[in-house]
């Protein structure tokens, strides 16, 4: 039995190289794709799980309201923060919401207290923020604080410094 030697024929050449480059093609094709896919996953969920950690924290805040009915006093019901240069920086969109995460860990604690004992103790809050190391994607960042506004919902606007080895 013969085989019939076809690489040696133009148009078989011209055949070969067509479904191979048409191969690395749809390869490449494909990986754009399922990259794609796979950053727009992976955002979706870091922000449902920071979402469901805020609505537990909102569950238990409720459960101590109910149970502290008697006490009318305002109390800070949410913290929404600010990344004031993170276009200068250039930071990608998993890098902020994982810094984002984690100072609302740092200071997460102040939810459910009252108005005026945060407030007295915002020098303490700040210091707080400011004498942080944050660590992400083995980088450390250094947070200034730029305001402040405690009310209900307690408004922090953060500058953003990669600290130095």
């Keep these: 039995m013969h085989i019939p030697p076809y690489y040696k024929k133009p148009k078989w050449q011209a055949f070969f190289i067509g479904v191979i480059a048409g191969t690395m093609v749809g390869y490449l094709f494909f990986l754009y794709i399922y990259g794609e896919h796979t950053e727009r996953w992976i955002e979706e969920n870091l922000t ?29 019901k949410d913290v929404e923060i600010e990344l004031v240069n993170v276009d200068q920086l250039k930071l990608d969109r998993f890098t902020t919401l994982r810094l984002t995460a984690l100072i609302e860990d740092e200071i997460g604690a102040v939810v459910g207290n009252q108005i005026e004992s945060v407030g007295e103790q915002r020098d303490l809050l700040v210091r707080t923020i400011e004498n942080k190391s944050f660590k992400v994607n083995q980088i450390n960042y250094q947070v200034k604080v730029v305001y402040l506004t405690i009310g209900p919902t307690l408004d922090v606007a953060l500058e953003i410094r990669i600290q130095s080895s």
């Design 48 to 76: 449902l799980r920071q979402e469901l950690k805020d609505l537990e924290q909102d569950y238990e805040l409720l459960k101590k309201d109910t149970d502290d009915q008697s006490d009318q006093l305002l109390r800070i």
